[in-house]
Every structure is written in C-alpha cells, then in structure tokens.
C-alpha cells in the first residue's frame, strides 16, 4: 500500500524550529520604532508593512543581506510583529528533505512570516519546492511511493518569506528574484550603538555613564550583537571589580582583560592582519590558505572577521587574495611593507 511520503511531515523535527538565544530575547526590538539605525531600511519596510496591512495582503517577500548580528532575525521578527501576524524560524542547515520543508509550510497560515536563516545553505531540491511556494503559493505533494507515486499541488496560503544571508553572492539568481523586497545592511555608527548600549543598559538595569556608552560603541566592530556581549561583559566587570557603575575607566580595563583593542579589534582579526604581514609578505594570499594559518574556518573568516576589517581599512579583497593595507601595518606598530617583507625570509 501506498503511504503518503509527507504524512510523516505531520511530525516536525523539532530542530527545525530554531530556539532563541535566551540572552538576547530580552534585548531583541519588538517594533520598528525601538530598532535603532538602518534609517533607510526602517523606513522603507514601515511603508512595504503599512501597505500591505491597510490591503490586508500578505508583504512581498523580504531578502536580507549583511553580517552577523546586524539585526537580520530581529528584523524579521519585527516585521511579523509590526504586521500582527505568525512569526516561523528555520535556518536552511536545518531543512535536510523536501519533507523538512513542506512540514513547516503546511502549518503556514494567512499572512504568516517564514523566516529562513542562512539561505544561501538551501539544497536544490528544497529550493525548487520553494519557488513554487513563494510564487504560486502551492506546495508538490507526493502521494505514494515508487512507480504509482504522483505529485499533487496543494494550495498554501498566502505567507511572507523572509530570508537573510551573509553571503548573497551565493544565493541563486532565481531564488534572488523571488523576493520582491532586498534590503542590504551596513554597519552601524557610533551614535547608533550608543543608544543601543544605553537601551539595553536600562533593560538590564545596569548603571553607565554615557562616555562609557560612548567608548563601548566605538569598541563594537559596528554591530549590535557585539555592543550587547560588550555591554554584559562589562557589567560583570563593573559588578565584581568596582560598584557596580559602568564608568570608563571600567571599560578600559575590561576591554585590555578581553583583549579587545581601541578598533574593537579581538585577537584574531590581529592574527589574521599578523599572519598576512608576517607569514604572507603582506599579500595577496588566498582565503582559504589565510583560514588554515589563523585555525578558523572559511566561513568565520569571510562573514565575521574580513567585513568589519575591510570597512575599517585595514584589509583588502583583490581578486588574488587578501591583502594587509598600510593601515593595519601602523594599527599593528609595524613599519612598512618592506619590514613584513623581510620576515618572510625562512
Ligand atoms: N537595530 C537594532 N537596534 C537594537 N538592537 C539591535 C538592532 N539590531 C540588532 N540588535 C541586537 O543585536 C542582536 C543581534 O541581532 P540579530 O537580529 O540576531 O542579528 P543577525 O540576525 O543579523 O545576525 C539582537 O539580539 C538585538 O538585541
Ligand atoms: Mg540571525
């Protein structure tokens, strides 16, 4: 006897739902007027949003682009949100089947979010059941197994996907074209983390002094998720090691303890700028090459450390490979290429 392939899919695997970090529900934005920054993308969206709900339609699908912890998920949930609808979160590691996905978007209803992180990591075949669902809104169904199986289309309802990814040169052309809305993040300024930090400070009901706000923000590679890592690390400093007030004084210390220098730098981006001066003549050296010296994987290297050194001006994507700029080699207290050069000798 025939079994439907997707009954199964009546169980969802509960990985595939992904649980929130426990430490920053607490500090995620809730609506669009507490999401600080991104003045351009705030705005747009709160248009897209208006619009859809006075028609009472589903929102166009949204593409998110940027750096880790940028406020991608934060967004999308704050789209749900804003529009009163269901918020779903999967990330495309965790869609392993075609079932994987079906099983999450026959528990869509009118007008739901679908949030898919990382969907550059989407299979082909997941992927082409998605095109169908974004554009169609019908689901393949297979009904049967071996030679009598037959596919039906099941109709789903109208639903926003959402989907965010550090690498968009990796996403298909066809699925890019998908998505009816594209937002590109771009990293936050000193004022913008600032009254991040001073926000979660009165979440948190820690006391800071605004200068320290201030400190901190230049210290947080332009991200919201560091500056709140920041922000928690430094309370703990606060709390043990003086009265409990973030002062910067506080911040000085703490930042030497974590090793975090006045660019917000962390050890390994100066390994990686180190092992290209000292290892690689200054550059050009591939990715992959640069990855294994420092110990970190592709991925860490190209979506966490390089976009932040780039932006400070301190590395360099050339089309043979990463370069250390003369920037990096004065931040490092190193003088002139011709120096690296000569460590090269070995
Ligand atoms: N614009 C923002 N305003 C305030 N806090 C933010 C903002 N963007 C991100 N955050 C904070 O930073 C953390 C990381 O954001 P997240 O949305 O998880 O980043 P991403 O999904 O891009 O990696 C969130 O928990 C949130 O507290
Ligand atoms: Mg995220």
């Not at 209803?109 to 169609?136: C, G, N, Q, S």
Request: proline share 5%; hydrophobic share 40%; charged share 25%.
């Amino acid at each position: 006897m025939g079994t439907d392939n997707y009954m199964e899919s009546s169980f969802i695997r509960p990985d595939i739902f992904l649980q929130e970090d426990e430490k920053e529900t607490g500090l995620r934005p809730r609506f669009l007027d507490e999401f600080q920054g991104q003045r351009l993308i705030k705005e747009n969206l709160w248009v897209f949003i208006e619009a859809a709900r006075s028609r009472r339609e589903s929102l166009d699908h949204l593409f998110l682009i940027g750096p880790p912890g940028l406020g991608k998920t934060t967004l999308a949930q704050i789209t749900a949100n804003e529009l009163g609808v269901d918020f779903k979160v999967t990330s495309a590691p965790a869609l392993d089947k075609p079932k994987d996905l079906a099983g999450i978007l026959t528990t869509v209803t009118e007008r739901t979010v679908f949030f898919i992180d990382e969907i550059h990591r989407l299979k082909p075949a997941i992927e082409e059941m998605l095109y169908i669902a974004m554009e169609d809104y019908e689901l393949d169904w297979i009904i049967g197994q071996g030679p009598g199986a037959r596919t039906v289309r099941i109709p789903i309802p109208p639903f926003t996907l959402v989907g965010a990814t550090t690498k968009a040169g990796m996403v298909s052309s066809p699925l890019i074209s998908r998505f009816g809305i594209v937002q590109r993040f771009g990293f936050y300024d000193r004022d913008e983390l600032s009254s991040i930090i001073r926000r979660s400070a009165g979440i948190l009901a820690v006391r800071l002094e605004d200068e320290a706000a201030a400190f901190m923000a230049d210290c947080s590679r332009g991200t919201p998720r560091v500056a709140n890592r920041l922000l928690r690390r430094m309370r703990d400093f606060a709390q043990v090691l003086s009265d409990g007030v973030i002062t910067c004084d506080v911040v000085t210390k703490g930042l030497d303890k974590l090793q975090i220098d006045t660019l917000g730098l962390e050890r390994y981006d100066r390994e990686i700028l180190l092992s290209i001066i000292q290892n690689f003549g200054g550059g050009p050296v591939g990715a992959e090459t640069l990855a294994i010296s420092i110990g970190e994987s592709i991925d860490t290297l190209e979506d966490y450390y390089e976009p932040y050194l780039i932006q400070c001006g301190l590395l360099q994507r050339t089309p043979r490979g990463r370069m250390a700029t003369e920037k990096a080699y004065r931040h490092l207290g190193i003088d002139g290429k011709s120096n690296g050069n000569e460590r090269l000798l070995f």
